[in-house]
C-alpha cells in the first residue's frame, strides 16, 4: 500500500473567479482542491489547504466533513475559487455540489493553487489549455488564462509554459520504506 503524495501547481491565483479540472484516470483515493504555498501537499490537513476527496468528504485543517459525493475512475471534478465571493466550491461531471468553503478573511489575500493528492491514483489536471470536459460555472476563467499574482507581475500565463503537462508522483521504494 503505498503512502499519499501530493503536489500543487507552481503558479498561483489572487483574484477573480477560476476553474480547472481534475480527471479520475483510475480508482485509487484522489483529493483535489486549492492551497497556499505554505500548505502541506497533504490536501487539506492544515489550515492553508481546502481539499475535496473521492469519499464524499471536504477537508480544511484536518477536519473531514461530507460534502457532495463520492466521486471515481472516469469522473471529472471542477475546482473553483472565487475570489469576488471569497469562496471555493466543487462539480463533479459537471454539475455543482455548492459551496464546500468560505475564504479565511486570513487567507483572502494569498495566491491559491491548484492542488492535489493521491494514494494509488492517476489524476490528470487540464487547467485550460486544453478544452475542458464541462464548460465553467458562468463568470469563471480558466486557471491557463488568470491573471498572475501581483507579487510576480513578470509571471507567463500558464497556457505559455512550454514544461510538461503532467507529472506523475511515486516515491522511490527506499523512501516509501522510510515512511511507512
Known amino acids: 500500500d503505498k503512502a499519499w503524495q501530493g503536489v500543487r501547481a507552481t503558479r498561483g491565483v489572487t483574484s477573480g473567479r477560476v476553474y480547472y479540472e481534475a480527471q479520475m484516470l483510475d480508482d485509487g483515493l484522489v483529493r483535489v482542491g486549492w492551497s497556499t504555498a505554505a500548505a502541506s501537499r497533504d490536501l487539506g490537513t492544515d ?8 469519499t464524499g468528504k471536504k477537508s480544511h485543517n484536518r477536519q473531514f466533513d461530507t460534502y457532495g459525493e463520492p466521486f471515481g475512475k472516469g469522473d471529472v471534478v471542477g475546482c473553483c475559487v472565487d475570489f469576488d465571493a471569497a469562496l471555493i466550491h466543487f462539480s463533479n461531471n459537471g454539475v455543482g455540489l455548492g459551496v464546500a468553503f468560505q475564504l479565511p478573511p486570513t487567507l483572502q ?5 491548484p492542488a492535489v493528492c493521491v494514494k494509488n491514483a492517476e489524476v490528470r489536471l487540464n487547467f485550460g489549455a486544453t478544452p475542458f470536459c464541462f464548460s465553467p460555472p458562468a463568470g469563471f476563467s480558466a486557471a491557463a488564462t488568470a491573471p498572475p ?5 513578470s509571471a507567463a500565463p500558464l497556457s505559455q509554459w512550454k514544461g510538461p503537462l503532467a507529472i506523475v508522483v511515486e516515491p522511490a521504494r527506499e523512501l516509501a520504506e522510510q515512511v511507512e
Open 149 to 153: 499574482p501581483s507579487s510576480s507581475p
Open 109 to 113: 489575500s494569498f495566491a491559491l493553487y
Open 47 to 54: 489550515r492553508n489547504g481546502f481539499g475535496y476527496g473521492g
